[in-house]
């Protein structure tokens, strides 16, 4: 939904209830979201689908980022983009934080590692979100081991 100053009024930005699909009005799920100034577009997490999107503002269809080819995914929850339009990846079900190299190469794990979670500082237990500083450190949401998880720049 985007809303203008008001917030009392929104209006349907992205999907809708027509099922899922490719175009802008069908999705499957959606969780996190990133606004990319730069391209005018969202970068939308869709869990239940396993992929995350990007949609260019008013256009008829939306595009792969990530998990709708080589790149698997299990359950993306949150994402983030840096200056250089690298995109942030929650994994959840892998316990991971994966990166997208902006001409969207493979992700790479770069928190985190695929199988069962583990307690200790490079561990993550059913992470859910993220979110970047101004120095680009990461800092996740990690809701199986109760914290926020910094790591620094990649």
Known sequence: ??????????????GGSNGPGPNRTQLLSTFGVHFDYISNSLIVSAPEANVVIRYVLDADSYTYVAGATSTSLTCPTGVTMDPMGHIYVVD????RIQFFDHDGSDG???AGFSGLGN???????????????????????DTGYHRIQKSLRY
Do not use: C, E
Request: proline share 2%; aromatic share 6%; no cysteine.
């Open 119 to 141: 307690n200790n500082a490079t561990g993550l237990n059913s992470p859910r979100a993220i979110r970047l500083d101004t120095q680009l450190n990461l800092y996740v949401a």
């Open 92 to 95: 959840m079900h892998n316990n």
């Open 1 to 14: 939904m985007s809303f203008k100053s008001i917030w009392s009024n929104g209006t349907v930005a992205l």
């Open 108 to 110: 790479i794990t770069i």
